[in-house]
């Protein structure tokens, strides 16, 4: 380990070396810092949450202002080159990008330690108002080059999926010098993608150490993506302090079901089939804390650096090779806990469709407050022109009794009619408040499109995706560029809030379908009858009719 770390110390130092005499002396010189961290979190449904996090800080680095087309080049050590230049040429302020396949579980899995875990492609990005480009045209611009950088779908999100709604994603900070422009939010997401290895390789090119080295050596492909939940994401701020880039994988791994004997025992090679033998040299720290499980009786190994009763700590360049293990020694068989054990978040939602009819149906969406105080919260609908709400028709129930005093601010876009002859999605934003220990059912009737034949995607009989709700904290108040400026949990004597965001599940809504088979069934039967009638005019035509002499 100590020969290949010594050769990539190197090859990394005369990289630093040769990049800042091949640029321009009159740059300013950034500081740049590199930072990994994994958190390790057991569950008591056997599972194991890991959470890597990669943060970059370009230092004294601030967006590029529209406004000021001569801006001077950024020049990266660090920092990835790619994205940077993404970010410079589109003058994005804050960028967030999330590619993730499954449902999160929030109350067997609790709150995720990267918030975006909505399913499919999730981007958003604030950008500030004004320029020769307008924030449209940017954002048209940003969403096809991250797509050919991450190889993903995100062309699709065009203006039928784009909505604004700044309450539920608002900006988190802003350099001084430009917290006087008007800001712009623009806010997608495509349920129906799917993130993979092709996502995951240039994912992990945007690091300084790439896969080699530091904890993106756990990452490995086959695993990673055998989890009963994976996610990729990737999340820019701009503040007082610099340009801060963090890349985020998280996933839910089963060590009991890997397992042949039925046991949670697990280690970095049970889980990743990898352990960490070199360590990157240009990380400024490189930590691993793994939490301590509610159940005792475990064991690990190696010795933490430093413990306490909540979580462990560990250095992987105190090590040469690190390969973390716990194990239960007096647990011999694993018993799943029950299904009737309590959430492990206070609030759970479900959001379902109901209605057989094609052209009609109800979204019924039911709030469990498990908690002993009321829990406000806002919620976030937004839907394409698939779908369309009857805002009349929504009713807000506790005990089957209408409480309409628990709904408030309630703000509803229709789908409007575009230039392109298409139509943009609705938006349905309400800030609800749930009692203690209290069910709160919302439901609004809600019509289904009727799509041209040649709207409808190759496997129409699936049916469309809808995407996730969201809920979101409504704590924090926010000034006219929707920063947030303070995050008190308490709510007006309404109880508390939710501390991030929360998705639902996805829905499969079935549309008017026309059936396809006909067409093929119209090609086959006239390609027949003009196969017997060309063929029979052909043969009277060129056959020559003679006698023919049979000898005896």
Not at 338 to 353: D, F, G, W
Request: proline share 7%; with cysteine; aromatic share 8%.
């Amino acid at each position: 380990m100590a020969k290949r770390t010594a050769l990539l110390v190197s090859v990394l130092a005369i990289s630093l070396l040769v990049v800042p005499a091949i640029t321009d002396a009159t740059q300013p010189v950034l500081e740049e810092q590199y930072h990994e961290k994994l958190t390790i979190r057991p569950l008591t449904d056997g599972k194991v949450v890991t959470a890597f996090t990669f943060t970059t800080l370009l230092a004294g680095a601030s967006p590029r202002d529209p406004y000021n087309s001569e801006n001077s080049a950024q020049h990266y050590t660090l920092f990835p080159l790619t994205l940077g230049q993404i970010l410079r040429e589109y003058s994005v302020t804050e960028l967030h990008l999330s590619l993730n396949a499954g449902k999160w579980n929030y109350d067997r899995w609790g709150y995720a330690d990267h918030p975006s875990v909505g399913t499919g492609a999730e981007l958003w990005a604030w950008m500030v108002d004004g320029g020769p480009l307008s924030v449209d045209e940017r954002w048209m611009g940003l969403r096809n080059a991250l797509a050919g950088l991450f190889c993903a779908s995100l062309g699709s999100l065009d203006d039928r999926r784009t909505s604004s709604p700044a309450s539920a994603f608002p900006l988190s900070s802003v350099p001084l010098h430009q917290q006087s422009l008007p800001y712009a939010l623009r806010f997608a997401i495509l349920p129906s993608e799917h993130v993979c290895t092709e996502n995951l390789t240039p994912f992990l090119k945007l690091l300084p150490c790439k896969s080699r080295a530091g904890l993106a050596k756990l990452l490995n492909p086959q695993r990673l993506f055998d989890a009963d939940w994976h996610g990729l994401g990737v999340h820019v701020r701009s503040s007082a302090a610099g340009v801060e880039l963090s890349l985020g994988v998280q996933a839910v791994l089963d060590p009991v079901r890997q397992s042949r004997g039925n046991r949670r025992d697990w280690s970095f090679g049970s889980l990743f089939d990898r352990n960490i033998d070199m360590s990157c040299p240009v990380a400024s720290s490189s930590t691993i804390h793994l939490l301590a499980p509610d159940v005792g009786g475990y064991e690990l190994s190696p010795e933490p650096m430093s413990k306490n009763d909540t979580v462990s700590i560990y250095n992987p360049n105190s090590y040469d090779t690190l390969d973390i293990a716990m194990s239960w020694p007096e647990e011999h068989n694993f018993q799943y806990p029950l299904s009737s054990s309590a959430p492990q978040t206070p609030l759970s939602i479900r959001r379902t469709l109901y209605g057989s009819s094609q052209t009609s149906g109800i979204l019924f969406v039911s709030f469990s407050n498990n908690d002993h105080v009321p829990i406000t919260v806002g919620y976030l609908e937004t839907l394409p022109a698939l779908v369309t709400l009857w805002m009349h028709t929504m009713k807000v129930e506790v005990c089957d009794i209408t409480r309409n005093d628990l709904v408030s601010d309630i703000i509803y876009h229709p789908p409007l009619l575009l230039s392109n002859v298409h139509h943009g999605p609705s938006m349905l934003q309400v800030t609800l408040t749930i009692p203690a220990k209290s069910t709160l059912r919302l439901s609004i009737d809600l019509n289904k499109a009727f799509l041209k034949y040649t709207e409808h995607p190759p496997d129409a009989m699936r049916g469309w995706d809808l995407p996730p709700a969201v809920l979101f904290p409504v704590t924090a108040w926010e000034d006219h560029a929707g920063i947030q400026t303070d995050m008190n949990m308490s709510w007006g004597g309404r109880g508390q809030t939710v501390p991030q965001r929360m998705y639902t599940s996805t829905l499969l809504v079935d549309l008017p379908t026309p059936d396809f088979s006909m067409p093929y069934n119209v090609i086959i039967l006239s390609c027949t009858l003009l196969t017997l009638i060309f063929g029979s005019i052909f043969n009277l035509l060129t056959r020559k009719w003679v006698i023919v002499q049979i000898e005896k």
